[in-house]
């Protein structure tokens, strides 16, 4: 039986801080809901109202951290990736932001936002293992995931950062 994909955008949000290191603006997901409690980049499900799905990202930007589409320059459609276990299709788009001086994370959605720098994730040290357990799957499934400080960002986030990785860290990549 297939179950029908819930289409959904993220934004892939990055930008150089004062001293030029690349930084990628990811948030903690509030608990609750599908995702819960997951790091996660800012984005969601589509809306009968969006244009397309850029415009899906750009909106849930704007509704979960205060990122206004004015401090948005998109510089790539990503793979669109389907997550393994909930049944979404995700569009992400990289884009190079003006960060606003505070965001404005939507508490129902968001407890936090983090600036993580780009060598830091890139680093044989943040990268790990474990055995999670899903929903409607027996046996524990083993996950790779990348260490932020006490979290971890796994799943589809994962899966649209590594391959980004290697490119955000080329010398002259314009962020």
């Known amino acids: 039986m297939t179950r029908e994909l819930v289409d959904a955008a993220v934004l892939v949000p990055v930008f150089r801080d004062p001293v030029g290191d690349l930084r990628i603006v990811l948030i903690v997901r509030a608990e609750g809901g599908v995702h819960g409690g997951q790091i996660a980049f800012p984005g969601g499900r589509s809306d009968p109202g969006d244009a397309s799905p850029l ?42 932001v003006a960060p606003p001086a505070h965001w404005t994370p939507d508490p129902r959605e968001v407890v936090q936002v983090i600036e993580a720098r780009a060598l830091d994730l890139a680093a044989a040290e943040a990268r790990g293992e474990a055995e999670m357990r899903f929903f409607g799957i027996p046996r524990p499934e083993r996950v790779r995931f990348l260490k932020i400080g006490d979290a971890r960002l796994w799943g589809v986030s994962l899966r649209i950062l590594e391959p980004l990785l290697p490119r955000l860290l080329e010398a002259g990549f314009e962020a």
Do not use: M, N, Q
């Not at 704007?62 to 206004?68: F, K, N, Y």
């Not at 998109?74 to 884009?95: H, K, W």
């Open 55 to 96: 415009d899906t990202a750009l909106r849930e930007a704007e509704e979960e951290i205060g990122l206004t589409r004015d401090r948005v320059h998109v510089l790539d459609a990503l793979p669109v990736l389907e997550t393994r276990s909930t049944g979404f299709r995700i569009a992400p788009f990289l884009a190079r």
